[in-house]
T-cell receptor
């Protein structure tokens, strides 16, 4: 009965380093979303997967951001050459349906770039 | 363009008083609307959703929201606040032509004993 899990929960990276953030969705959930949440703001959409297919990546802020979900379950969000403006909480959510009408969120990964 | 505006970043109510959290949206097409709650140190949790069925939607923990197309609003209410309702509340919209979700900036609810 596990929910969505994310790892690591906290990540400190020096500017210019690459980071990889992992999301384990609820088993069997078709849809997977990544969001970026800056301090004091609401989540901002980054990208959406339906099974292994990345159907929408329009929210990724730059080509330094890359997400994958190769087997339709676990997903990884990778940020290359991190910048200070990348500091945020990165949220993953999964949904049983294709529309994401009932998303279950993970606890997030707090990324701090120094 | 789609967006969500939550009026009032902080709302305080007395225990037992009415809770009213405001949400207005802008959308060029009929939207789907959601309220999520985030308790301290927990992930976001769906409270309720509007998906073009009944305009008055009931959710968990006694919350409800009414979709008013003429006012482009989806305000969240609860008749009587409990201490356990203290949390951050987010309104979100999804346009039915895509899978992008747009969240408001959140309203922090404080319940005063």
């Amino acid at each position: 009965g596990a929910g969505v899990s994310q790892s690591p929960r906290y990540k400190v990276a020096k500017r210019g380093q690459d980071v990889a953030l992992r999301c384990d969705p609820i088993s069997g959930h078709v849809s997977l979303f990544w969001y970026q949440q800056a301090l004091g703001q609401g989540p901002e959409f980054l990208t959406y997967f339906q099974n292994e297919a990345q159907l929408d990546k329009s929210g990724l802020p730059s080509d330094r951001f890359f997400a994958e979900r190769p087997e339709g379950s676990v997903s990884t969000l990778k940020i290359q050459r991190t910048q200070q403006e990348d500091s945020a909480v990165y949220l993953c959510a999964s949904s049983l349906d294709r529309g994401g009408y009932e998303q279950y969120f993970g606890p997030g990964t707090r990324l701090t770039v120094t | 363009a789609q967006s969500v505006t939550q009026l009032g970043s902080h709302v305080s109510v007395s225990e037992g008083a009415l809770v009213l959290l405001r949400c207005n949206y802008s959308s060029s097409v009929p939207p789907y609307l959601f309220w999520y709650v985030q308790y301290p140190n927990q992930g976001l949790q769906l409270l309720l959703k509007y998906t073009s069925a009944a305009t008055l939607v009931k959710g968990i923990n006694g919350f409800e929201a009414e979709f008013k197309k003429s006012e482009t609003s989806f305000h969240l209410t609860k008749p009587s606040a409990h201490m356990s309702d203290a949390a951050e509340y987010f309104c979100a919209v999804r346009v039915n032509t895509g899978n992008q979700f747009y969240f408001g900036t959140g309203t922090s609810l404080t319940v005063i004993p």
